[in-house]
């Protein structure tokens, strides 16, 4: 496949490694331009391009994987020309107290994080990638029928979008778990008990029944909590967030 990767980060560089070791031709812009990209490239494999020329050219799915606050930032035109049917892929997170700042929207719980990167990117989104850890991304993956497989919780609108990526999940290497539409994606959030837990797929399969499919005032308000007391344990270890 054709894939543009918007973003090279830990876990868009992570993708362009895996990605191209498949046979896949990857392309990867970041938002300082390709020529800030050369170790990028020698690294991954992965052609450096601009971001209009990421979506351009990636002709059969497109990987958003850059800071949720700069997500507005993004050229209104990105997608102009890019057939429907190109999947979208959102790997974004909430960092409000590291990076993004408050989000009300996030806040209140009225959107998912995918959501609020839909509504921006005028685009349907398929959720995936944004719970694991980049290094396990690109190390961690196994042949399906491993035992102790790690799953991936895959969320989306698009019946079509979703199977497609859900079956590059299982080419990566990790097993693909429906986590259903995209105001269902709160279940693979910060401060869910999924995040970062490279959980096998029986045990996702039943964790994320176990939330039910809407978001309770309560669940909100213990994920929030998680999540901000992550991010304040994050702070004390000097970790920054690009």
């Known amino acids: 496949m054709k894939i543009g990767i918007i973003g090279a980060g830990h876990i868009g560089s992570a993708l362009a490694v895996r990605l191209t070791s498949l046979g896949h031709t990857v ?81 209140t719980g009225s959107l ?36 102790g497989r790690i799953a991936l919780p895959v969320a989306s609108d698009g019946a079509a979008a979703k199977q497609k990526v859900m079956a590059l999940v299982e080419e990566l290497g990790f097993d693909a778990v429906d986590d259903g539409t995209l105001h269902q994606s709160w279940r693979q959030q910060p401060g869910t008990p999924s995040y970062g837990a490279d959980m096998p797929a029986d045990k996702l399969r039943e964790h994320l029944a176990s939330l039910g499919t809407e978001r309770t005032e309560a669940q909100h308000a213990e994920f929030l909590a998680n999540h901000a007391q992550q991010e304040r344990a994050m702070e004390a270890q000097g970790i920054k967030l690009k």
């Not at 958003?64 to 190109?86: M, Q, R, S, W, Y």
């Not at 979208?88 to 806040?107: A, C, F, H, M, Q």
């Not at 959501?115 to 399906?144: C, D, M, S, T």
């Open 112 to 147: 998912t994080e995918s959501e609020w990167v839909q509504q921006h990117l005028g685009r349907p989104v398929v959720k995936v990638f944004n719970n694991i850890y980049a290094h396990h991304l690109e190390g961690k993956g196994q042949p399906a029928g491993t035992p």
């Open 27 to 107: 392309y990867i812009a970041n938002s300082r331009g390709p020529e800030t990209l050369q170790e990028v490239a020698q690294k991954t494999g992965a052609t450096p391009v601009t971001a209009q020329e990421a979506a351009q050219r990636g002709s059969d799915l497109l990987v958003v994987t850059i800071p949720l606050k700069n997500i507005p930032d993004l050229p209104k035109d990105l997608f102009a020309g890019v057939p429907a049917e190109v999947p979208v892929i959102d790997t974004s997170n909430y960092y409000p107290l590291l990076r993004d700042g408050k989000i009300p929207e996030l806040e």
